[in-house]
């Protein structure tokens, strides 16, 4: 994912732990995968990694630096 770095310096980050590292997209910016604005996106930093989600969404995925990164839409 090459705009890594300019996506991650627009967003609010929210959790950094030894398994994840989750962002919030509170500038509308848009998804590299589907081009539409996500909500939160989620690094995995230690697979394998499970995520417990409360509500059903639609997820987009890509690699940065060999770690799976989701994008959440609600």
Do not use: W
Not at 29 to 56: G, I, Q, R
Not at 58 to 73: W, Y
């Amino acid at each position: 994912m090459e705009d890594f770095d300019e996506i991650v310096s627009s967003l609010t980050p929210r959790e950094d732990n030894a398994a994840i590292k989750s962002y919030q997209n509170t500038t509308a910016v848009a998804c590299p995968a589907c081009e539409k604005p996500f909500d939160d996106m989620v690094v995995c930093k230690d697979p394998p990694t499970s995520l417990n989600l409360d509500f059903e969404m639609d997820l987009c995925t890509g690699i940065h630096d060999d770690r799976v990164v989701i994008f959440t839409h609600r």
